[in-house]
């Protein structure tokens, strides 16, 4: 009885609804197909009119599932490609909106990075001052001399107006030490707004 074509059949209907959970599609229609042919053996062994009808029923319930099938794979191809697209179209436009930003805060790196060189420039020459500073200390208190060595004023050569424009010779008088101060405030602020910017 286990082997009758009527058991056979529908052990081969549980296989092919077990294959379309699993969207194997093409070995469910094999399973309807061989389900469809087990039934038509069955209906050659009986000849009771109940039994015959609800064969055939069956038999055209198995073919159907066939073609329904065809159409869910169908369906589902069309799905997965409409999504595979879809998802290629987010990741270029992820790019196209990535781009602009990874531009801007190169940008914002490249600015931050020359606030801080000018930051460390201003602090060399505040250490600079103070290396000075410290050995014109140094020297007075050691007796060596009663002068206090004052830092080297750059000269400044100015030139009389002609007919031509005029021309200045020299060089920049430095920073003391409260413009040096100043400047630093300043910088620090950018950075801090550039920072606060970032994030």
Same mark, same amino acid.
Not at 8 to 16: G, I, P
Not at 83 to 97: A, C, G, Q, R
Not at 107 to 136: C, F, P, T
Not at 177 to 193: A, G
């Given at each position: 009885?286990? *082997? ?6 529908? =052990? /081969? ?6 294959? +379309?959970?699993?969207?194997?599609f093409d070995e ?5 197909? &061989?389900?469809?042919? +087990? +039934? &038509?053996?069955? %209906?050659?062994?009986? *000849? ?9 029923? /069956?038999?055209?319930?198995?073919? #159907? ?5 065809? %159409? ?7 799905? %997965? ?8 179209? %987010? !990741?270029? &436009?992820?790019? $196209? ?12 790196? !490249? ?12 602090? #060399?020459?505040? +250490? ?8 014109? $200390? ?9 002068? !206090? ?7 400044? @050569? ?6 031509? #424009? ?12 409260q413009t040096v ?5 300043? @910088?620090?602020? #950018?950075?801090?707004? =550039? ?5």
């Amino acid at each position: 009885m286990e *082997t009758s074509s009527l058991n056979l059949a529908h =052990q /081969q209907h549980r296989r092919a609804e077990a294959h +379309l959970r699993c969207r194997r599609f093409d070995e469910a229609i094999q399973c309807h197909k &061989e389900a469809s042919r +087990l +039934l &038509e053996e069955a %209906m050659k062994l009986t *000849t009771v009119t109940k039994a015959l009808e609800s064969l055939k029923l /069956q038999r055209e319930y198995h073919i #159907q599932q066939e073609s329904i099938i065809r %159409m869910k794979a169908n369906c589902y191809e069309k799905n %997965m490609k409409a999504i595979e697209n879809n998802h290629h179209k %987010m !990741v270029s &436009e992820i790019d $196209l909106h990535e781009a602009p930003k990874r531009d801007v805060s190169h940008n914002l790196q !490249v600015e931050i990075y020359r606030k801080i060189e000018e930051a460390d420039s201003l602090l #060399q020459i505040l +250490l600079k001052r103070g290396v000075n500073e410290d050995e014109s $200390l140094k020297v007075k208190l050691n007796g060596q001399s009663d002068k !206090v060595s004052v830092p080297e004023q750059e000269s400044v @050569i100015c030139v009389k107006p002609t007919d031509k #424009q005029p021309i200045a010779h020299g060089n920049k008088l430095p920073k003391n030490d409260q413009t040096v101060i100043e400047e630093l405030k300043v @910088i620090n602020e #950018q950075l801090r707004s =550039q920072v606060l910017y970032k994030i």
